[in-house]
């Protein structure tokens, strides 16, 4: 007998066996695909929240710079009237306790590409006629 043909096991002899069965390769390929998926999945939802924060920090750069806008005109500007002003995408409201200092709120809006959420970014500053002129 040679051993080179079959191989002992616990079980006792069994002819040895070349390449693999059906089975095998089926579940094989079923594990591969369920890992690929996962991987796949996991890289889908890393672009979109790449994108969405992307798209926020667009969003609190163009706040910034209306802001700023807004701070470079005159206290008595038309622009900072008291009231709510209405911007392409978003608005700002100027509100006033005291005649001599006006708070801005500034609101911007976005809808995030391939979904239907709407996201926002605020910001808030207080302007006094001392500080101003």
Not at 23 to 32: D, H, M, Q
Not at 79 to 95: F, I, K, M, Q
Not at 107 to 118: A, D, K, N, R, Y
């Amino acid at each position: 007998m040679r051993r080179t043909d079959s191989k002992w096991t616990a079980l006792g002899f069994l002819p040895c066996r070349r390449g693999l069965t059906l089975v095998e390769i089926l579940l094989a390929a079923g594990i591969l695909a369920i890992v690929i998926t996962g991987f796949l999945v996991s890289l889908t939802v890393a672009r979109r929240t790449a994108a969405m924060a992307r798209n926020e920090i667009n969003a609190v750069a163009a706040a910034r710079q209306k802001m700023e806008e807004l701070l470079l005109c005159p206290f008595n500007s038309p622009d900072l009237s008291v009231g709510t002003h209405t911007l392409s995408n978003g608005r700002y409201t100027v509100s006033s306790t005291n005649p001599a200092m006006k708070t801005i709120d500034l609101v911007l809006e976005w809808c995030e590409p391939l979904s239907s959420i709407t996201s926002s970014v605020a910001l808030q500053t207080t302007i006094t006629t001392t500080l101003h002129e």
